[in-house]
């Protein structure tokens, strides 16, 4: 019988955590976001009363829209991953692009000029937004797709996503990078399924178990195995999690196997349908 191994040098691209990711958005565009309004904390407290206020308000201010810069950059990259997706129920960067404005037209009127916040403001919003640009302003889907089964998949491809993100969450202060890893490849198999179910919504019917219910028991497990490694560094515990995740990995990427068979099927059947009736055609 066939046996699936994971890892760095497996032949199946699919193991690789890497495979089909791109750099983040959110990256140090976005952090230095959170550095530039650091100054107006030293020009505040060397402000009068009206300027302290000012100052520290646009601190506060560019703060807040770095944070949601950088959330609505994550969203975007969420977004682009998936052949579905919702768009994002909050314009996390336009409402950065519109808050970085105001707090540099705030940090202006400390000067006590009229004009030149203003001016601030409008330069500060338009540079945002031609540096981070909008956010995704539609839904995506397949061609085809309609309202509902879109929705169907993007609900159950968000929950799934929410496991793994716990999951890897609750390994990495163990300081393991192996784990960390071994965790990865395990999250790349399942995402393979998910890419899977979004390119075919009939496939979610027999994919929602995998989805669900055993992803909720994988990050069910990952939080009892930190807690109890992290009372005591036991190799076997370690060893029963690495095998419970090459169980879980194997049944994904087997599973998966199944559906793209499946669909491959599926399509053999329509070009033998479509040439049976050409030859009838042509004999007619």
Avoid at 161 to 174: G, H, K, N
């Amino acid at each position: 019988m066939a046996e699936h191994y994971g890892g760095k040098y497996s032949p199946d691209a699919a193991d690789d955590p890497w495979q089909g990711r791109r750099r983040s958005r959110a990256g140090a565009r976005a952090n230095a976001l959170f550095i530039a309004p650091i100054p107006l904390v030293f020009r505040a407290f060397g402000s009068d009363p009206l300027g302290l206020f000012f100052n520290l308000a646009a601190f506060g201010l560019l703060m807040l829209a770095a944070w949601l810069t950088r959330e609505g950059l994550r969203a975007q990259d969420a977004y682009e991953a998936r052949a579905v997706a919702r768009r994002p129920a909050l314009p996390r960067k336009l409402l950065g692009a519109a808050l970085t404005g105001i707090g540099l037209g705030v940090a202006g009127l400390s000067g006590g000029d009229v004009v030149a916040p203003v001016i601030f403001t409008i330069l500060g919003t338009a540079l945002h937004v031609l540096a981070f640009g909008a956010d995704p302003l539609s839904d995506k889907g397949t061609p085809g797709l309609d309202r509902f089964d879109a929705d169907r998949i993007a609900r159950a491809v968000d929950e799934a996503e929410s496991y793994l993100t716990e999951m890897q969450a609750l390994v990495a202060p163990l300081g393991d990078r192996p784990l960390q890893a071994r965790v990865e490849a395990f999250a790349a198999t399942a995402r393979r399924m998910f890419r899977t179910v979004e390119s075919d919504p009939r496939d979610l019917t027999g994919a929602r178990r995998w989805l669900g219910v055993y992803l909720l028991g994988a990050r069910d497990a990952t939080d009892k195995f930190v807690a109890l490694y992290t009372r005591r560094r036991d190799k076997t515990v370690r060893d029963d999690y690495i095998a419970l995740l090459d169980d879980l990995e194997t049944g994904f990427a087997t599973r998966t196997e199944k559906m793209l068979l499946d669909d491959r099927s599926d399509l053999d059947i329509e070009i033998e349908v479509l040439r049976d009736r050409l030859a009838r055609e042509t004999l007619d």
